[in-house]
């Protein structure tokens, strides 16, 4: 089948090389003139494991090609993927002007009938939105698909192929026919293909990281608790995931969620319900929540080093908003190392695959290690920010030797207290004491 994607971020280049990867004709456009020929030489702008050698295996064979002109991907196509940018508006809501603007160039390249299919994070009543706006520039017949994706960063590649499910929004039946068709290579195994109105396939995915972000404030507030009761998060976070009703999964205390989804899926779902007329006020708390548990490692730094960190040296392992990814979008690093450096502190940082992504937010007001050790080197105390699985057993006896003194500040939980203080460490960590 020959399909076109409209943008090639995070979403649409993952989709385009993994259609392709299925046999398909696929050709992925964008306006950035400069993205395209990184692509077309065989350089991938974004860091997710498998998805270089995806694309390179398709572009070899023939069945991936980068453009910048949606006529020349969208004549021939069968299925249009929308999968641009959804920012985050001025009250919260999601800013659809490249989702509209896309539609309306796909109208004008339609030369047959077409599906056309929103894979953006969109809100509510976008299908409609995009119907008419198409309409206005074509007769030609067409149909309107919402497919919104659930890709994790790190391990989209693995999402895509073996999906948990696959939500696509149609009253058409042509249109699901096709849609299926596309689909069945990644649900041989029994994954459903969940068919319903567009409308609820466009909540689906807003609801589902809603609940997602709900998990990890709730989380983030237990272990708050738990250190003001003496009980351990660990424990608490056992016993609670094994109730199958609630299951494991999201139940980890940490620094906070970012990422491109779910701060701004958040913002979006309680912007829908406002103008609905409906008060999300869950959603209120879990933002608040996560903008607390933002700030908490530096509270936590100055109640134990001072007040004032000038003259101190800190190092930070991980700046990602998590592992896998070169992602710094809203990455719960920024605020921290922002906190800190406003208390005076020195920041040497260390991240597997981040360094450029964060070189191009923080700059040169921090410096940039090209390992843990090197980062750790002299400093008052480590700030562990990332879960990387890099930093789950370093060698203690060296980095106690390297650091002038031996703290942690561990927003992650990676270690067991009991261990770090038989290790001579002083470890800070969250809901464990």
């Not at 910048?68 to 991907?73: L, S």
């Not at 069968?78 to 999601?94: H, L, M, N, Q, Y």
């Not at 309107?144 to 659930?150: D, G, L, T």
Request: hydrophobic share 40%.
């Amino acid at each position: 089948m020959k399909i076109a994607v409209i943008g090639t971020g995070y979403v649409g280049l993952v989709a385009g090389a993994c259609f392709a990867d299925s046999g398909n004709d696929a050709v992925c456009v964008d306006i950035n003139t400069e993205k395209i020929a990184r692509l077309r030489a065989g350089e991938v702008p974004i860091y997710e494991p498998g998805l270089e050698e995806i694309i390179a295996r398709n572009v070899r064979e023939g069945r991936l090609s980068f453009t910048t002109q949606v006529a020349d991907a969208v004549g021939d196509a069968r299925v249009v993927f929308i999968a641009v940018g959804t920012p985050e508006g001025e009250s919260g809501d999601a800013d659809l002007s490249y989702v509209l603007s896309a539609a309306q160039e796909i109208g004008r390249a339609l030369r047959q009938y077409t599906v056309v299919v929103n894979k953006s994070t969109v809100p509510v009543g976008t299908a409609e939105l995009v119907r008419r706006t198409i309409s206005a520039v074509t007769r030609i017949e067409f149909d309107v698909v919402s497919n919104p994706e659930f890709l994790k960063e790190g391990a989209a590649i693995e999402d895509f192929t073996k999906p948990d499910r696959v939500v696509i929004g149609t009253r058409s039946e042509r249109a699901r026919a096709i849609m299926a068709d596309l689909y069945g290579p990644f649900v041989r195994t029994g994954s459903p293909l969940l068919f319903m109105d567009a409308a609820s396939a466009e909540l689906t995915k807003y609801a589902a990281n809603a609940m997602l972000a709900t998990r990890i404030s709730f989380m983030n507030d237990i272990a708050s608790l738990c250190e003001k009761v003496g009980a351990d998060v660990e424990m608490v976070r056992k016993g609670m995931g094994s109730d199958k009703r609630i299951g494991p999964s999201f139940l980890f205390p940490g620094v906070g969620y970012g990422g491109s989804c779910f701060p701004k899926d958040v913002k979006a779902l309680v912007s829908t319900a406002r103008d609905a007329g409906v008060e999300f006020e869950l959603l209120r708390a879990v933002e608040r929540t996560n903008e607390r548990q933002k700030r908490l490692l530096v509270h936590k730094a100055l109640r134990h080093l001072g007040p004032s960190l000038e003259g101190r040296q800190l190092a930070v392992w991980g700046l990602a908003f998590k592992p896998k990814t070169d992602d710094m979008r809203e990455a719960p690093s920024i605020e921290i190392i922002e906190g800190l450096l406003a208390k005076g502190a020195r920041i040497v940082a260390h991240d597997p695959v981040a360094t450029n992504s964060a070189r191009r937010m923080l700059g040169n007001r921090i410096t940039y290690a090209p390992n843990p050790y090197a980062a750790a080197e002299g400093a008052d105390a480590l700030v562990i920010v990332t879960e990387w699985n890099e930093f789950r057993h370093p060698d203690f006896d060296r980095l106690k030797h390297l650091m002038k003194a031996p703290v942690i500040f561990d927003g992650r939980n990676l270690f067991e207290p009991e261990r770090m203080r038989e290790r001579g460490f002083t470890y800070f960590c969250l809901g464990r004491g």
